[in-house]
């Protein structure tokens, strides 16, 4: 009777579950001349982040000689607007499964370039190296 | 009878375990194909297709858009609607209209998933390299278990339904264009 419920406890995990282990970083850059002439940006904090993801981004940008501010608003006075999106997931403790991270025009909000990683429980990063893969990828992508 | 009932809920159990367990596949180009697009011109022009920022399935992933699989099914949405003369390749269009998959967020766990994805679009008028649109695409689309009882199953069709809801909104902009 055990092993049946078993047996049925995989089922129920087949019909709900979407996906399993996962490494994967991306960016793709639109051209990469328009990344290298910004100066300054802006990073716009979404509401629901209690983490401060806002600030570990405008912190790596400005390592890269960047003047970066961060806020809800969305300012046109600056060369780029910075969006982001972070999933995070529960494995004995909470981390940060997903971030995507996009660098756009401040008019139009057009891409210029966008970095993604995702990495599951047994491979995790830190916020702070998430960040770090993501925006390192994106300017590898614009040089 | 006990031991009879035990041994047929193990062969059922088992066949419906068989029956679910699969990898994940990528979204098909044939899913993705927007049918019926209400375009309001049709263009006397070519266009070539390019994508970007799609990634392949792997083997333990969940369902994924590749480039080749958008582009096919951006060029095949393109001749049901009408709304290019004709579709070329390589760089000898009229026209060069490239998307780049933006983000695509997908859930892990749940009953019904819902995708949302965002792409850019930009088309290019190849004469004089001028700009003709760029335009950022936002679509989402929810797969319920009436869709698909298997989880892996229902996100694939979660993901080929915002991507064809994406190119549907991409093609609609376009045909509104003075070109």
């Not at chain 2, 006990?2 to 419906?16: D, G």
């Not at chain 2, 269009?93 to 949302?116: I, R």
Request: with cysteine; glycine share 6%; charged share 20%.
């Amino acid at each position: 009777m055990k092993k049946l419920l078993a047996v049925l406890s995989g089922v129920l995990l087949l019909s709900l579950g979407s996906g399993c282990a996962v490494n994967r970083a991306t960016a793709t850059v639109e051209n990469p001349a328009a990344l290298t002439n910004l100066k300054t940006m802006h990073v716009i904090k979404l509401e629901a982040d209690g983490r401060g993801i806002d600030g570990l981004i405008a912190d790596k940008l400005r390592t890269r000689g960047l003047t970066v501010t961060t806020g809800a608003e969305k300012p046109e006075n600056v060369d780029a607007l910075v969006t982001y999106k972070d999933k995070w997931m529960w494995d004995i403790t909470m981390y940060m499964l997903e971030l995507t991270v996009t660098i756009r025009e401040p008019k139009t909000e057009f891409p210029l370039g966008t970095g993604n990683s995702f990495h599951t429980s047994l491979t995790r990063k830190s916020p702070t190296e998430m960040v770090d893969e993501v925006i390192e990828n994106i300017f590898k992508q614009g040089k | 009878m006990n031991t009879l009932i035990q041994r047929t809920s193990w062969v059922v159990a088992s066949i419906v375990v068989l029956h679910l367990a699969g990898c994940a596949s990528p979204a098909s180009h044939e899913g993705m194909t927007a049918e019926a697009v209400a375009v309001s011109k049709k263009l006397p022009y070519s266009v070539s297709v390019e994508t970007k920022g799609g990634s392949e399935t792997g083997a333990m992933d969940s369902s994924n858009i590749s480039n080749a699989d958008l582009k096919a099914a951006i060029e095949s949405s393109i001749v049901k609607s009408s709304l290019f003369k004709n579709v070329v390749q390589g760089k000898n269009g009229d026209y060069d209209l490239t998307v780049s998959v933006t983000s695509m967020s997908k859930p892990m766990f749940g009953m019904s998933f819902t995708v949302e994805m965002e792409t850019a679009w930009s088309l290019n008028k190849r004469s004089d390299n001028s700009v003709a649109m760029r335009k950022v695409i936002k679509s989402s689309h929810t797969a319920t278990m009436s869709d698909a009882v298997v989880a892996v199953t229902r996100l694939r069709l979660a993901v080929e339904g915002a991507a064809r809801a994406n190119i549907a909104q991409g093609l609609k902009a376009i045909s509104e264009l003075n070109l």
